[in-house]
């Protein structure tokens, strides 16, 4: 039935307020005292990360599904991300924002799974040979692949001169390969090289070719690390019974270290010393029990990654913390005896020198068959260019890498400062950059300060090769965990990799660590924050009680609508990742 | 099919018959029951609506009448705080005209706490503009629930069909529950003049001018004006399609009575048995029961009561510093239209207390001995000398 007053009623009214027509007409915008700013900001992992790596890019893009994509972000930056996910010394998982929430991310993982599964031709997008620079590069460790890497992505020729017969520096010649297996590092120099590297192998400069001879270089980039084990007692080692770690660790099968009734003491506590006693006890086919390495600091200050610590405890090597050598006698019968005191050790912070300290008057003797000593390691001096400067063995350099001779800079272990892999990359990228800006003839500190991340000693090198960008990330801030909207992440534990057993590995030899499965892997990269990433979440399409946040489709990115945005900053406290910040109107 | 069915059950057959497509609601005793029913045949696939789970009963209202604009039939139920909590929404539902159908059971306001029957809580929505049913017993909640979703979507104004606490939702009663088929005949899929539509675009409920607002309100009270008529209509059908109807009032035993009582609810099904009882005795006694409370059926309450000499009204409701209020709409249908009957308004089972026959031969019986309408209700029946008689 129709209602009796109904049918009085003009038929086309509506019984309520109905409109079909827009409401675009009320402004609301006119009453906004503030207004919402999309801007991409550092997460603390790539702001602790030496070499820069924008990692949330990285893992928003892995999220999509998008490997490749993931490892272009860390190729990038990094030269060698197979490398780094393997013995990084991983700051950027210390400084996680999500170790504030539950367990912190595992970076390091992530970037090897990158690195074994994405596939990047590098030479994409690089210019290639674009310009008619030659740069030479002596030393083919982290650092000077990373020079040779990024100023051949810039366009620049680059011959590449290493002393030893395969390129790889202390990669190849100082990490064991249970922890870095060698078909990883040759692709890693395979992926350098193809950027049209020029590598002279068994040259060194200063011996085999003079320095005279690279002037037709328009810059020279030393990177020749730190090529001897420093010695510590002054006997005749020439029958090999006491050897430095880096020369073991070169050729383990060299030193007939094989027998396992030997008696055999490592002395140190860094990555070299854990390293040989590992190396070697994998020479012994795992046994172990004539292993002793005897360190000076205790087990929290040793300075060797505290995993590899771990990882040679659970296979069974003996470490004696607090001890130092004290006096070495040839013994009889066995060829050593050696006396040794309780020690501390105190650490300059700054420049990193070593005090080792004799406590009480306690002695201990232990006889030993052969003695390996990781204690340090020093630089060769005799074949660098006459006049450069040199002090406390390494080559000083200004914080740009330039040395004191024109036309030369360096970096790497050779320069000083932390011995990682990661700061020797970082080293290498610095020199690009001071390379760059010499030929250039642009002022290298300005360069610096525009790409530099927040207050930290990197910078982003991509930055630097594409000048300004559409949306550009700003590099000075750097988001903290309470920018973080927890409310939108749930608890997770930590994916961790999975280990070979130490039984199983200590007698095979095999990469100890098989990496985060794919499964978990993508549980792994959904627990990434992404902090100061935009991720296309559209949690603030959501929230916008205004309808008032647009997306440019083809960019990509998010921006507001000014003529209806009242300003209430509803998007910006729902951001997830502190992406979106108020900043005031102008009055 | 007969059953043995509480109210609550009662109430959620007939919600069930109507086929709606959206229910939102949020538990709250005594209405729990329909709710829990409702999810019951949900959980068995039987339900055929969407079941929305909310967080309060004002979000309930909101789910209904967004879900209503789509132009879907929507169901909600609730009681007392919820309903209060609701109150804000209830005023936008009539105002944009969408015929949602909720169960309101009767219980008291806090504070302090109390769960049984009274009406202050619907009575309280009394100007929100929705339609509001006062029931008897539980086969009247199945038919009214059932009757309400024809009327609201025929005059476009939403309905509250008010069951007493524990007095109708958990007593349990013979229900005769109508073939689905025959209900399907009766009542025909919701077809909204207008609805959201995304093919369509459209914005409800802006801002709009003054003589906008005045208009869609005079628009409104008009479709509550109709409201009566469709009821009286609807009512007809639904007694010669099912033999069951109720009238606007239910009037009983009034030929040549005296003294008329007018209630509403459970008090007018006891108030039979008082009734009959006093007829016996030869006392010229009779009853009005007002079922439809908004709008108030004045025409048909000034025709009821034009022979009564003297009208008693019992109000389970108090308005604080007025009366009941049942006695006072009363009193504003009858000004200048019967003049010098007195009307003594009692206000008995505040708080669910019991009014028995017993209590209700007792209202007669001051009512036939006091003369004149006295300025203030009547709470007290034992203390006949304070009442002056």
Known sequence: MVPPNRAVLNKSEPLTAVSFDTSLIFKTGSQRAERPVFVNKVAPCSHACPIGIDIPAAFHRASRGDIDGALRIYLEENPLPGVCGRVCYHPCEAECNRGNFDESINTRSFERFLSDRGQVDIRTGAAVHSRREGIAIIGSGPAGLSAAYHLARSGYHITLFEAKSEPGGMLRYGIPSYRLPRPILDREIERIHSLGIQTRLGATVGKDLSFKELESFDAVFISIGLQSGTTLFETDSSEGDILTGLDFLADPQRWSLEDDTQKTLIIGGGNVAIDAARSLLRLRKGKGGNITVLVPESRDQMPALPEEVKEALEEGVAILNGWAPHRLHRGNGSPFSLDFCRAEVKRDEESGAVEIIRVGEEIRKYTADRIIVAIGQSMKSDNLPEGIEIRQGKIVTDPFGRTSLPKVFAGGDAIGGKAFVADAIASGKMGALSISCFIEGRDVETAFETHQIGNSQTFSFQHFIEGPQENPVDLKRVVSFDQINTLFFSRAARNNPDELEPEARKKTGEEVNCGVDPARMDEEISRCFRCGTCSDCEICLDFCPDISIMRDAQLGIYSFDADYCKGCGVCSVACPRGVIEMVGEPR | ?389
């Open chain 2, 1 to 389: 099919m007969r059953m043995f069915l509480t109210g609550n059950h009662a109430a959620a057959y007939g919600a069930r018959l109507a086929r709606p497509q959206v229910i939102a609601a949020y538990p709250i005793t005594p209405q729990s029951p329909i709710y829990e029913k409702l999810s019951e045949w949900d959980g068995q696939g039987v339900l055929g609506a969407r079941m929305m789970r909310v967080e309060s009963e004002h979000s309930a209202m909101a789910a209904c009448i967004s879900a209503s604009l789509t132009g879907v039939r929507t169901f909600t139920a609730t009681a007392s705080q919820g309903l209060a909590l609701m109150h804000e929404l209830l005023h936008f539902a009539s105002g944009m005209r969408v015929p949602i159908v909720l169960v309101n059971v009767n219980r008291s306001m806090a504070g302090p706490w109390s769960f049984w029957s009274e009406q202050t809580d619907s009575l309280s929505q009394r100007d929100t503009g929705w339609l509001q049913f006062y029931v008897a017993d539980n086969q009247e909640a199945l038919d009214t629930v059932i009757q309400a979703f024809k009327i609201s979507e025929t005059v476009l104004l939403p309905t509250i069909v008010v069951l007493e606490a524990f007095y109708i939702s958990h007593f349990m009663e013979p229900v005769e529950v109508p073939d689905q088929r025959l209900i399907d005949e009766f009542l025909p899929p919701f077809e909204p003049p207008f609805k959201l539509d995304t093919d369509n675009p459209a914005s409800f409920c802006q801002v709009v001018s003054q003589s906008q607002y005045a208009e869609f309100r005079i628009q409104r009270h008009m479709a509550m004006e109709d409201a009566l008529e469709v009821a009286e209509v609807v009512d007809k059908e639904y007694r010669e399609r099912f033999g069951r109807g109720y009238g606007l009032l239910e009037c009983y035993r009034l030929e040549d009575a005296d003294t008329v009582l007018v209630t509403a609810a459970t008090i007018g099904s006891t108030a039979r048995v008082a009734i009959d009882a006093l007829r016996e005795e030869g006392r010229k006694v009779g009853m009005v029961r007002i079922r439809l409370f908004r709008p108030f059926p004045k025409a048909k309450l000034i025709e009821a009561l034009k022979h009564a000499k003297k009208i008693a009204v019992i109000d389970r409701n108090l308005s604080p510093g007025q009366e009941g209020v049942f006695c006072e709409e009363l009193k504003s249908a009858l000004y200048s239209r019967i003049n010098g009957i007195p009307v003594f308004g009692f206000v008995l089972g505040l708080g669910g207390t019991n009014v028995s026959p017993l209590h209700i031969k007792k209202v007669f019986d001051i009512a036939e001995k006091m003369n004149d309408t006295p300025l203030k209700p009547i709470v007290n029946i034992e203390d006949e000398d304070a009442l002056g008689i």
